[in-house]
């Protein structure tokens, strides 16, 4: 069973940073593939960034690609997700997912894991 913390969020103005953290327990966090997830208010659960086991392979949201970056360190059992230039339409709950099979997906339906998600909230 692997359990997944996240901490990071919080109120920025538009053009600002914020730098979400995702803690895994676990002795096999090393092995997973990782994602982060946002869900905005009324709208469907959505892929923002994905990242392989090595972290050599990174995948992002067209939405994100070129502000955010997803990264891991695995003797911290920690990945990351850095956000930078941040949007109103940024504004969302965003949860990190584990994929225990390794893959390389970008539907929530591949992961098995799930933090509670934190709070990011973007004013104009």
């Known amino acids: 069973q692997v359990q997944l913390v996240e901490s990071g969020g919080g109120l920025v103005q538009a053009g600002g940073s914020l730098r979400l953290s995702c803690v895994a327990s676990g002795r096999t966090f090393s092995s997973y593939t990782m994602g982060w997830f946002r869900q905005a208010p009324g709208k469907e659960r959505e892929f923002v960034a994905v990242?392989?086991?090595?972290?050599?392979?990174?995948y992002y949201a067209d939405s994100v690609k070129g502000r955010f970056t997803i990264s891991r360190d695995n003797a911290k059992n920690t990945v990351y997700l850095q956000m930078n230039s941040l949007k109103p339409d940024d504004t969302a709950v965003y949860y990190c997912?584990?994929?225990?099979?390794?893959?390389?997906?970008?539907?929530?339906?591949?992961?098995?894991?799930w933090g509670q998600g934190t709070q990011v909230t973007v004013s104009s």
């Open positions: 990242l392989n086991w090595s972290g050599g392979s990174t």
């Open positions: 997912a584990a994929d225990s099979r390794r893959r390389f997906m970008i539907t929530a339906s591949a992961y098995n894991y």
